[in-house]
Every structure is written in structure tokens, then in C-alpha cells.
């Protein structure tokens, strides 16, 4: 990190691991744009492998209209190349917003099965 940017740094981060035959994407704290870059690697990914994804809200604090973009643009690029995406405990925010775009019940939720 570059001493001299005054940028701060994000509160949130997008990760993307592997647990029992799926892709696990985490969110964390705030997802925003200032994950852009983050979130354009992290859908490579999560698109790089043929098994269904599962995001993961369970850790998420706040989400604007980029991170919103973000599980959009997953589950439609995820739907085109034929894996199932599941959203696992997404939160009363996130719910609001999906609903508010009518896409709430679109994708489909997972929010009480355990993925450790």
C-alpha cells in the first residue's frame, strides 16, 4: 500500500472459496463501489467453475447500488452459464432492496442451512 494515497481503505471485501461442492461467495461489512475491482475478480472466479454459487450475506452491513449490481450481474451471468446461484442468509437490507427491484423472490434464498 502507497503511504502517500490518502485513499481509505474499503470497510467490506468480497471473497470467493470452494465448501462442499459449491462456489462460496462471501460478502463482508460493506459492499460497495469501492469493491469494484474486487468484485470484477471475484465473479471471474466464482465464474470460472462449473458448480453452483452460493453468496453468502451472513457477514454483509450495508450494500449500495454497485454491490446490488454485483449479486444482479452474478446470478444473470450465473443463470447463462447454467449454474444454480443461491443467496444464503441475505438480510433484512438486501431483501428490501431485491424486492424493491422486483427481484426478491427471483433468487433463490438459503437462510437457515448451515456452509461452514
Known amino acids: 500500500m502507497d503511504p502517500t494515497d490518502s485513499t481509505p481503505a474499503p470497510l ?3 471473497e470467493v472459496t470452494t465448501a462442499h461442492g459449491r462456489t462460496v461467495v462471501r ?28 453468496v453468502d ?17 452474478l446470478h444473470l451471468a450465473a443463470g447463462e452459464t ?8 441475505p438480510g433484512r437490507e438486501l431483501i428490501d432492496k431485491l424486492d424493491l427491484i422486483g427481484m ?6 438459503e437462510p437457515e442451512r448451515a456452509i461452514a
Open 12 to 14: 467490506g471485501g468480497i
Open 27 to 54: 460478502l463482508r461489512g460493506e459492499v460497495d463501489g469501492a469493491l469494484r475491482a474486487e468484485a470484477s475478480a471475484s465473479m471471474a472466479q466464482a465464474l470460472a467453475s462449473t458448480a453452483p454459487i452460493l
Open 57 to 73: 450475506a451472513t457477514d454483509l452491513t450495508f450494500i449500495d447500488s454497485s454491490g446490488l449490481a454485483f449479486v444482479l450481474q
Open 82 to 89: 447454467g449454474q444454480q446461484m443461491t443467496l444464503h442468509d
Open 104 to 109: 426478491a423472490d427471483v433468487i433463490p434464498l
